[in-house]
């Protein structure tokens, strides 16, 4: 059984957008936002180097905080603590009897 020409068309439209590089998804949101969802989709889609810059903006703020090498070590270099001395030395018991 053929398809329809409408699906036909379909199709082909879907294939056009895979060659530039789009991608169809659905996502679920407030009905007061369609409208932003949709132009800021339209924005990122038109690959200039503002939809870049926008692009950039929302990655900082929406994305996933990752973890770049040696965060802990430059938290304490900026600590209120740097350059104030510390004793961290352990004091040495002796080993405790241990009945088994």
């Known amino acids: 059984m053929g398809s329809t020409a409408q699906a036909q068309a379909i199709k082909n439209y879907r ?11 659905e996502v679920l949101g407030l009905a007061t936002d369609r409208e932003l969802v949709r ?8 690959d200039t180097p503002k939809s870049a810059e926008i692009r950039a903006a929302l990655n900082e703020k929406v994305a996933p905080d990752t973890r770049k090498k040696g965060g ?3 938290m304490l270099r900026n600590s209120p603590l740097m350059g104030i001395e510390l004793n961290v030395t352990r004091r040495r018991f002796k080993a405790r009897k241990v009945d088994l």
């Not at 294939?15 to 998804?25: D, I, P």
């Not at 800021?40 to 038109?46: P, Y």
């Open 15 to 25: 294939k056009r957008l895979t060659k530039r590089g789009m991608a169809r998804f």
């Open 39 to 46: 132009t800021l989709a339209k924005r990122l889609a038109e």
């Open 72 to 74: 802990i070590l430059d």
